[in-house]
């Protein structure tokens, strides 16, 4: 364990108000430190004093892991490996003889989807997110993509899971499996989202795309195929991306038109991919036959503009709440009331949608249709 670890740990133990122990964790971590980085410390404080003083909630924790493991995994070997340690030392922290490092138990927390909140009984009322932010120095999308592949490689390792999008726009899981508009997604949210000094002054060009987040997108990809999946569409889920196009075109930041026509057609690809994977069903890699596993996806229109970007992963009978920030930014939590409002939310608006997957032909073609005919209309306009 780090100093820095060993002496917040210190802290934890000794202090006896919320807010000493928090002045104490700044002045330690520094004047830089995130708003994500400053409130996981706060959950650090309230988790390492109550293992203190409850050992039962280290057994509480390895109870809900206990549930969630397949039949066929030892838990001892599961907790070994993932932690790093012997079979000897996972024993004695699962027996409680062995108190669980601050690491430790957020690394268990986060793989196996349990949230701490509600182990340590924080108010129903407050909910503690954790934060994927990206910083054009620190953190850019390849490590961006590098940590949403290792979230599906986690996710491959569980239960039975299903994912469940409301969406306003393009989907990234969609989008991954198209470079170029990837390429100018990526682009955009760096230019006009989160405003990164390097990209002021610079023009798209689909000659700029990333090697290694094409490598990236392509494995994201394939695991996607893997899972259950429910969406909820609307006819904006594309618009958006139609208008950004426009918009860039206009303001002078394509460094040449043939690249606008380009991307209006990758977006008539997109479209006609969706449709496809509606019609059969089931998931498929662009390009492939459709041999995806059999309905493991459902396509929903609404009619309404759906304002927040929600993912729900539900496995197991627990879930995780992914919410977007800057379009792009994700806030997640394991909080399982927060997980089961937003659950019951996304179903009633289900109930409210019209099924255009499956054997919904007239619906599916209506909808479909429209955004075609849109793409039609904004290739043109770029084209004059």
Not at 30 to 37: A, L, V
Not at 180 to 189: E, M, P, T
Not at 270 to 283: T, V, Y
Request: net charge negative; with cysteine.
């Amino acid at each position: 364990m780090s100093y820095i670890l060993k002496r917040k740990t210190e802290i934890c133990k000794n202090c006896t108000q919320g807010n000493t122990a928090l002045q104490y964790v700044l002045k330690l971590s520094g004047p830089q430190r995130s708003y994500y980085e400053f409130f996981i410390t706060f959950t650090e404080v309230q988790l390492i004093r109550m293992m203190e003083k409850s050992p039962d909630l280290q057994k509480v924790l390895f109870e809900s892991i206990r549930s969630s493991l397949p039949s066929h995994l030892s838990l001892v070997d599961e907790i070994a490996e993932l932690l790093n340690l012997s079979s000897d030392s996972a024993y004695r922290r699962i027996r409680g003889d062995k108190t669980l490092t601050l690491d430790e138990a957020e690394t268990l927390a986060a793989h196996f989807n349990i949230s701490l909140d509600n182990l340590m009984g924080i108010r129903p009322d407050s909910v503690t997110f954790r934060l994927m932010y990206l910083d054009e120095e620190k953190y850019g999308f390849t490590s961006y993509l590098r940590t949403v592949l290792g979230l599906m490689e986690n996710l491959m390792q569980q239960a039975p899971v299903e994912l469940i999008f409301q969406l306003n726009e393009l989907n990234l899981f969609h989008a991954v499996q198209f470079p170029d508009i990837l390429a100018f997604k990526i682009f955009f949210w760096s230019k006009s989202n989160l405003d990164f000094p390097s990209y002021r002054n610079r023009k798209f060009s689909l000659s700029a795309v990333d090697e290694e987040n094409y490598e990236l997108s392509s494995l994201i990809a394939s695991h996607f195929m893997k899972f259950n999946t429910t969406e909820l569409l609307t006819q904006e889920f594309l618009l958006s991306f139609l208008k950004q196009l426009e918009y860039y075109w206009i303001s002078g930041f394509f460094e040449k038109r043939d690249d606008v026509i380009t991307l209006c057609n990758s977006a008539l690809d997109l479209i006609e991919h969706l449709r496809n994977q509606a019609e059969a069903g089931c998931k498929y890699l662009r390009g492939s036959e459709p041999s995806g596993i059999e309905d493991n996806l459902k396509f929903y229109s609404n009619n309404l503009t759906l304002t927040d970007n929600v993912i729900l992963v539900c496995s197991g009978g627990q879930g995780t709440t992914y919410l977007t920030n800057g379009a792009i930014n994700l806030l997640f939590t394991n909080n399982q009331d927060f997980f089961r409002q937003n659950l019951i939310m996304v179903r009633n608006i289900i109930k409210k949608s019209t099924l255009i997957s499956g054997n919904a032909e007239r619906e599916r073609n209506w909808f479909f249709n429209n955004i075609h005919e849109s793409v039609i209309r904004a290739r043109e306009r770029v084209s004059r």
